[in-house]
C-alpha cells in the first residue's frame, strides 16, 4: 500500500499557534490556496481511495485537491485537547504531552496511548482492505504524528514534538506485504 497522510490547509487558529484539537474552525483564502497548489501537485497521482476526517478543514482540503468520493472516517479527527483547545503550545506542557511514555492526560483530553491504539485500528482496516492500493488521508497535525511515528517507530525517549506538520504538507509511505506483520504489531 502507497499511503499518502496529508495535514489540512491552513485556519485563522493556526496563524495564531493556537490548538483547535476537535473544535470546527473554517480554512483561511491562503488554506484553500495551498489545497489548490497540493491539487496541481498531484494531478498525475491516481488515488484509489480517499480519507478525510470529520471536520470540515480537512473536508474541504480534501474535496479541493481530488475530484473523486471522499470517505469520512472519525479515526481521522483530530486529537481531543481537552482544556488545551484554543491555547497556545507555549502555555502548556506541550512536550510532555506529546511524551508516549508519559501519556499525560491531565486536560482531560485524549492520552497519546488512546490516540495510537486509535491509528493502530486505522491502520491495520487499511492494510485489511487495500493492501496493493494507493491511498490519500487528509487530517490533523496530531494525528499525521501518530501515524508517523506508529509507523516509523517511537523514539527512545518517547518525545514526538520534533516533527513538525505544516499545514498541507503531505508525508508518503510504502507499507509492502512484509512489513504488514510489523505495523500491525507494532
Request: glycine fraction near 4%; hydrophobic fraction near 35%; aromatic fraction near 8%.
Amino acid at each position: 500500500m502507497k499511503l499518502y497522510v496529508m495535514r489540512h490547509g491552513e485556519t485563522l487558529p493556526n496563524t495564531m499557534h493556537l490548538i483547535t484539537g476537535k473544535q470546527e474552525c473554517d480554512l483561511t483564502k491562503n488554506g484553500i490556496k495551498q489545497a489548490k497548489e497540493v491539487k496541481e501537485k498531484f494531478h498525475n497521482i491516481n488515488f484509489d481511495v480517499i480519507l478525510t476526517s470529520p471536520l470540515s478543514r480537512a473536508r474541504i482540503t480534501a474535496s479541493t485537491i481530488v475530484n473523486k468520493p471522499i470517505i469520512i472516517d472519525k479515526r481521522l479527527i483530530e486529537r481531543d485537547y481537552g482544556a488545551f483547545e484554543w491555547k497556545k503550545k507555549k502555555d502548556i506542557d506541550y512536550n510532555g504531552y506529546w511524551n508516549y511514555h508519559l501519556n499525560l492526560n491531565r486536560n482531560n483530553g485524549e492520552s497519546i496511548k488512546t490516540l495510537f491504539m486509535r491509528i493502530e485500528n486505522l491502520i491495520a482496516d487499511l492494510i485489511r482492505k487495500y493492501p496493493h492500493k494507493t491511498v490519500l488521508l487528509v487530517t490533523h497535525s496530531g494525528v499525521a504524528r501518530a501515524i508517523h511515528y506508529y509507523i516509523t517507530g517511537i523514539p527512545e525517549n518517547g518525545d514526538l514534538t520534533p516533527l513538525e506538520i505544516p499545514n498541507c504538507s503531505c508525508r508518503v509511505y510504502e507499507i509492502n506485504e512484509e512489513e504488514i506483520d510489523e505495523v500491525i504489531s507494532h
